[in-house]
């Protein structure tokens, strides 16, 4: 545990993350003080109210003089890797560490981490709901919603901490060390912020770096990058796979069979999973392996898979209107999301895409377009960028806002075809983040309806 006393530690970032870094720091007696590139709302009201506890705040920039004062620096995930701050810590010798990084620091419990490009929140949450029903005592923090620093103080040695983990997030860590960790997937993401995509890669596998022997890994099979890399720890890979037969869960004659050492018996049938598309089967395999790692029998698994329904913003069916059924994917950040998303719904497509482009490559999702996508409905500043992509592969149009997209894209649809948000790119040119877009999305869809109707 560090010892933070009367430490001079700056937290860089003032989100919902940084936030919590500097409130626990201020609870274990560190001198804390924070800094935001940012001046918005957030920030302001973050700034206002660390000052009410007599906490330093620099906003609207980064500057040495508030920077070189730091003993350690705690780093909020959406810093960058090259700016400034992080340049002068590493220049000056100012240890840098994560939000989970000093969470670990203070957490009892053993930790089951999952990250991955894909499914993560879908996983973590199906996760939390087969402890739930097992009556284990569980806290599900992390990139899902609460941060990992607002949530572990309260952890006892008999809790377990379910923690998403994003590449963010695992970049500055140093100890962090999951009993369990899963990596989902590794697909094109983020290559915005990477040297490329083995730069991306090898960010995620730091959630196994410290593992050992006696913990566990638990990786997708399917995953071609998962399947054949390189594992630097002593930790032993535990395998789910929809497509072979693998030591760990894995899927037969549409049973899903669990298979080690000691055992090979049938957990599941396909036909009592309710989640649409392949990619969440591959969740629930993870969901699976991992609840046998942790001791958690047959029962408690199907009584959380048979029950549970997607996440909102994750391919989810908003209403049907004149027979045009429109899904909500707002969640699709990246190309292989889309791709997902795209080849789970069983009916002709509208799509709507665009946003912030994050560098991925659409060439893996051209094919899905060609056999599914009636048109596209383009947005945001990729719109260029996908119109360059897909030329002359589908029928393409520009709108100047989500709400006009969405309007146009109904005009486009016929009954029993879809209309599909599924962006392939971030909100940030648009929207606060892919809830808000989500969120207007959806209120587009409940006027189109109104006026349908009347």
């Avoid at 992509?389 to 806002?401: G, L, R």
């Amino acid at each position: 545990m560090l010892d933070l006393r009367n430490k001079k530690v700056l937290v860089v970032g003032l989100g919902s993350s940084g936030m919590a870094c500097a409130e626990l720091l201020h609870e274990e007696g560190a001198i804390v003080f924070a800094t935001d590139s940012g001046d918005g709302q957030e920030v302001r009201e973050h700034a206002g109210m660390l000052k009410k506890k007599d906490i330093e705040t620099e906003t609207g920039r980064h500057t040495e003089g508030f920077i070189r004062q730091a003993e350690l620096m705690v780093l909020s995930p959406g810093v960058p890797r090259d700016g400034f701050p992080v340049k002068y810590a590493l220049d000056n010798a100012i240890p840098v560490i994560s939000e989970i990084e000093l969470g670990f620091q203070f957490c009892k419990a053993p930790i089951v981490a999952i990250t991955g490009t894909n499914g993560k929140s879908t996983v973590v949450t199906l996760l939390g709901k087969v402890f739930r029903a097992a009556g284990k005592d569980h806290v599900v923090l992390g990139n899902i919603g609460t941060p990992f620093c607002s949530g572990v103080k309260a952890l006892k040695k008999k809790s377990v901490c379910i923690l998403e983990v994003s590449s963010f997030q695992l970049e500055w860590i140093v100890d962090f060390k999951p009993h369990i960790s899963c990596i989902l997937n590794v697909t094109d993401d983020h290559l915005e912020r990477y040297r490329g995509f083995d730069d991306y890669v090898e960010a995620k596998l730091k959630i196994c770096a410290n593992q050992g022997k006696n913990d566990h890994l638990v990786l997708n099979y399917d995953d071609k990058k998962l399947r054949t890399v390189k594992i630097k720890s002593k930790v032993k890979p535990f395998y789910y796979s929809r497509k072979e037969v693998v030591e760990g869960v894995f899927i037969k004659n549409k049973n899903v069979i669990l298979k080690n050492a000691d055992m090979d018996k049938t957990i599941a049938r396909l036909d009592k999973i309710s989640l649409p598309g392949d990619h969440n089967i591959e969740n629930i395999l993870a969901v699976i392996a991992m609840s046998n790692l942790m001791g958690i029998g047959k029962g408690p698994i199907l009584k959380a898979i048979e029950g549970y329904r997607p996440l909102s913003h994750r391919i989810e069916t908003i209403t049907i209107i004149n027979g045009i059924e429109f899904i909500d994917d707002s969640k699709a950040t990246n190309v292989d999301a889309a791709k997902r998303a795209i080849e789970s719904i069983n009916k002709r497509i509208v799509l709507i895409a665009g946003g912030r482009d994050k560098g991925g490559n659409y060439a893996l999702v051209e094919s899905s377009l060609v056999e599914k996508v009636k048109k596209m409905v383009i947005i945001g500043e990729a719109a260029p960028i996908l119109e360059k992509a897909f030329e002359n592969k589908v029928p393409m149009e520009k709108c100047d806002s989500l709400q006009a997209a969405t309007r146009r894209a109904f005009e486009i649809a016929d009954a029993g075809e879809a209309v599909l948000l599924s962006p392939m790119c971030s909100s940030f040119d648009m929207f606060k983040d892919y809830k808000e877009r989500g969120s207007v999305f959806q209120r587009t869809i409940i006027q189109i309806k109104n006026k349908a109707g009347s």
